[in-house]
């Protein structure tokens, strides 16, 4: 059975940092994308931040560039999410997600790509 457990999250005041995890088990994504999404109150699932398999190309929504840093340690399955001088508007619960697919690196924005999802871990920033 594929796990993907999300932790990390938390109550932070704005311009605070946080880090968020995602150990994946059942299953070796070394070879896949990996990616992180939230949800905020109220509002659709957007896409965050995008890893390839080799850690070495990153994707970033525009909201979050150069805040958020998302970074993979494929020796321990594990994918993390360095969130920086954080909003308010960042508050939502996080979903770290994989792809079934190897190699597979297109529409990396787009959820319905990922074949494997956390159950989320709740990030609040207050202001």
């Known amino acids: 059975q594929v796990q993907l457990v999300e932790s990390g999250g938390g109550l932070v005041q704005a311009g605070g940092s946080l880090r968020l995890s995602c150990a994946a088990s059942?299953?070796?994504?070394?070879?896949?994308?990996m990616g992180w999404f939230r949800r905020a109150p109220g509002k659709e699932r957007e896409f965050v931040a995008a890893i390839s398999w080799t850690g070495r190309t990153t994707f970033y929504a525009d909201s979050v560039k150069d805040r958020f840093t998302i970074s993979r340690d494929n020796a321990k399955n594990t994918v993390y999410l360095q969130m920086n001088n954080l909003k308010p508007e960042d508050t939502a619960v996080y979903y770290c997600a994989g792809r079934g697919v190897k190699y597979d690196i297109y529409k990396y924005e787009w959820a319905d790509k990922y074949n494997y999802w956390g159950q989320g871990t709740q990030v609040t920033v207050s202001s």
């Open positions: 059942g299953r070796t994504f070394s070879n896949s994308v």
